[in-house]
Structure formats: structure tokens, C-alpha cells
């Protein structure tokens, strides 16, 4: 069994400065002593590289829970002024996490990719992990269905560790998700038809009627009745994205991710698949509360696209250098008063966000 050590430490966050002049000088909190104690504050990530794990059973970060630890060390080999933008403030979201990152420490040969990365993905919302090109985002999907295992830390899905399941337990879980690739990653050799089946002939023992009722009820979904047994080569780019998205949803999973799902689309394009991510996952939440699912649906997209964050995200994460600048709710983070947050949610040129 394969096991890797959790570590628990504490951040700080900003209060923020005047959102009329974007100030280059750390965000970071002066204490308001007028505040009541019951108002809602942000949550704040922990990351410390040298920490050791509190004693007692390991707790599952939940977002809802206002703490003031200590503002986390850089990680090792980098400076406090490369992470002065990071504030490691989570904002409430009011909802358990579905996914949790403790503390998640990768690398590629001399390539630190994920440098003490502690994040969390809301149940029963549409999540974005928003960040720079190179930052790790679509690394963090290859750990959460156990394809990559982090040097150090853990990933929890719905409280289960991840690195820790054996091969049989694992195979088991990732029948829990739904993955839509960048292009769709449809079979060349098959129509759409047995494209979106084949998970169901894969992993269950359904008769051929219950598959094909199925796949046609997924195909009508995402608006492709009419091309069940086109060949993926006879299909738009939007199309294929499209039958990897049904492909997906055919075993009912609890979580779907997406990877840059927009990526080579127009922009009407994207702005129609980001409407078809949000129908498809009210009707899931309407099923799964109507049957009464122990976890309500979770979507998680990987994407570049500030736009589709502002139409689709029910929750945010930005991250850059291997950490979470700041997370929460999609109205905090747009109204966040971190330069950087407001720099890339706004696509400004101007801020501490440069080519170098």
C-alpha cells in the first residue's frame, strides 16, 4: 500500500488595498478590531515544508471554518518575495470538500511543479483552478485520479486518501469520475455511439438495450443525436468535445473534471459549452438530491479562459508557483483586492504578473 505523509501548517491573508489604485506592496492584514465575531472571514491555507503533523487522527479541511495561522515559509529554494502575492486566503463556500490537496509537494527531475500545495474543491459545485501556463493545473487532475503520486502530502477524495488506496481500491474509486480531455480523446477507430459506451461495456455488465438507452439519453444531452454513428474524424472540434463530455457522464460519476475543455474553440463555442456545463450539472444535482446520493455532483475545470470563469465558476482557485494565491466563492475572488487576483481575473498586462 502506498502511503505518503500529510503536513499541516498555517497562512495568512489580505484585507486588501483601494481597488481605484492597484498597490504593488503585499496585501497583507491590519487587524479591524470594530469587526463582530460572528461576521464570515476567509479561511487560510496551510503549507509549511518543515512542519511536522499535529498529533491525533489527520481532519478533513473543510471550507467553512475561519482561522488566523501564521503566514507559511516559502518553499525551499525560493524567496519570500516570489510568494509575496500569495495571501492563502480561502474565502467560505459553506460546503465540505468533495477533493482536498494537503500539502502536495512535486517534482519532475529539477522541475518543482507543486510546492506545498493545500486546496480544495467545494461538493455540489462547478469549480475552476485558474493559473498561469506551467503552473500545475492539469498535474493536479493526474493526482486526483491517482495517475501521478505526489512526492510528499496527500489528496483526499470524499476523506479517502488517494496515494494511499491499493491498485484495487483505486480502480474502484475512479469509477467515481468522469474526465473530458483537452480534445475530446475520442477512439479514431469508433463512432460516436460505441465511443460513449465503451465505459459501460468496460465496467459494468449492463445488457446492450440498457447501454444504448443510456448512451442515446447523453448524446441528446449534449446535442448530438443526429451524429450517433458519425466517425470522430466526420466531427467539428466542438462535436468531440462534446461526445468526450457524454462519454463521461454514462457511469453517473460523483465528480467530472475537465481539462481546458475550451481550448481551440471559438469563443461562441465556449461560451455554449460553458452554458452546457452548467445545465448538465443542475440536472445532476436534481437527480442526485431527488435519489438522495450520499455526494452531490462536483465538477472541476482546468482552463485559461477568464470568461468562462466569470459565466460558469461557483468557486475559484488561482494558482501560481506550485501554491493557491487565494480560493473561494466566485463574487469573493471577483472582487478580490489582491493586485494579482485582479490582474489575471482581468487580464491586464499591468501587475505583478510579467513574461519573465
Known amino acids: 500500500m502506498r502511503r505518503f505523509g500529510s503536513l499541516f501548517n498555517g497562512g495568512v491573508g489580505p484585507d486588501g488595498e483601494?481597488?481605484?489604485?492597484?498597490?504593488?506592496?503585499?496585501?497583507?492584514?491590519?487587524?479591524?478590531?470594530?469587526?463582530?465575531?460572528?461576521?464570515?472571514?476567509?479561511?487560510?491555507?496551510?503549507?509549511?515544508?518543515?512542519?511536522?503533523?499535529?498529533?491525533?487522527?489527520?481532519?478533513?479541511?473543510?471550507?467553512?471554518?475561519?482561522?488566523q495561522p501564521p503566514r507559511p515559509a516559502p518553499p525551499r529554494g525560493s524567496t519570500e518575495e516570489e510568494y509575496r502575492w500569495h495571501s492563502y486566503r480561502v474565502y467560505p463556500s459553506g460546503r465540505p470538500d468533495a477533493i482536498e490537496f494537503v500539502d502536495i509537494y512535486k517534482s519532475f527531475g529539477h522541475a518543482h511543479v507543486l510546492r506545498g500545495l493545500n486546496m480544495g474543491l467545494p461538493?455540489?459545485?462547478?469549480?475552476?483552478?485558474?493559473?498561469?501556463?506551467?503552473?500545475?493545473?492539469?498535474?493536479?487532475?493526474?493526482?486526483?485520479?491517482?495517475?501521478?503520486?505526489?512526492?510528499?502530502?496527500?489528496?483526499?477524495?470524499?476523506?479517502?486518501?488517494?496515494?494511499?488506496?491499493?491498485?484495487?481500491?483505486?480502480?474502484?474509486?475512479?469509477?467515481?469520475?468522469?474526465?473530458l480531455f483537452q480534445d475530446g480523446a475520442l477512439f479514431g477507430?469508433?463512432?460516436?455511439?460505441?465511443?460513449?459506451?465503451?465505459?459501460?461495456?468496460?465496467?459494468?455488465?449492463?445488457?446492450?438495450?440498457?447501454?444504448?438507452?443510456?448512451?442515446?439519453?447523453?448524446?441528446?444531452?449534449?446535442?448530438?443525436?443526429?451524429?450517433?454513428?458519425?466517425?470522430?474524424?466526420?466531427?467539428?472540434?466542438?462535436?468531440?468535445?462534446?461526445?468526450?463530455?457524454?462519454?463521461?457522464?454514462v457511469l453517473e460519476p460523483d465528480i467530472v473534471l475537465f481539462d481546458e475543455p475550451d481550448s481551440g474553440l471559438d469563443p461562441v463555442r465556449t461560451a455554449l459549452l460553458g452554458e452546457l456545463i452548467l445545465e448538465i450539472h443542475r440536472e445532476m444535482m436534481e437527480e442526485a438530491k431527488a435519489k438522495q446520493r450520499p455526494h452531490l455532483p462536483t465538477f472541476c475545470v482546468i482552463t485559461h479562459d477568464i470568461m468562462s470563469a466569470r459565466r460558469v465558476a461557483d468557486y475559484i482557485n488561482v494558482l501560481w508557483r506550485g501554491r493557491i494565491v487565494e480560493a473561494g466563492p466566485a463574487e469573493d475572488m471577483l472582487s478580490s483586492e489582491n493586485p494579482f487576483i485582479r490582474q489575471f481575473l482581468s487580464g491586464e498586462s499591468q501587475g505583478p504578473l510579467t513574461m519573465d
Open 18 to 67: 483601494d481597488r481605484s489604485e492597484p498597490s504593488l506592496q503585499p496585501p497583507w492584514p491590519d487587524p479591524d478590531p470594530d469587526r463582530e465575531q460572528d461576521e464570515p472571514t476567509a479561511r487560510l491555507l496551510p503549507s509549511t515544508p518543515d512542519a511536522q503533523p499535529p498529533p491525533g487522527p489527520a481532519t478533513s479541511r473543510v471550507s467553512v471554518v475561519n482561522e
Open 123 to 179: 461538493e455540489g459545485m462547478v469549480s475552476m483552478i485558474l493559473g498561469p501556463s506551467g503552473t500545475g493545473k492539469s498535474v493536479c487532475i493526474k493526482h486526483i485520479v491517482g495517475l501521478l503520486y505526489p512526492d510528499q502530502g496527500d489528496i483526499l477524495v470524499h476523506g479517502e486518501s488517494v496515494p494511499g488506496m491499493t491498485d484495487e481500491r483505486l480502480f474502484e474509486v475512479r469509477k467515481k469520475f468522469g474526465l
Open 189 to 249: 477507430s469508433m463512432n460516436v455511439f460505441d465511443n460513449t459506451a465503451f465505459p459501460l461495456r468496460q465496467h459494468t455488465e449492463k445488457s446492450e438495450e440498457e447501454i444504448e438507452e443510456i448512451v442515446i439519453r447523453r448524446l441528446r444531452e449534449v446535442g448530438l443525436a443526429d451524429a450517433v454513428y458519425r466517425m470522430p474524424n466526420q466531427l467539428s472540434g466542438g462535436m468531440r468535445k462534446r461526445a468526450g463530455f457524454a462519454r463521461a457522464l
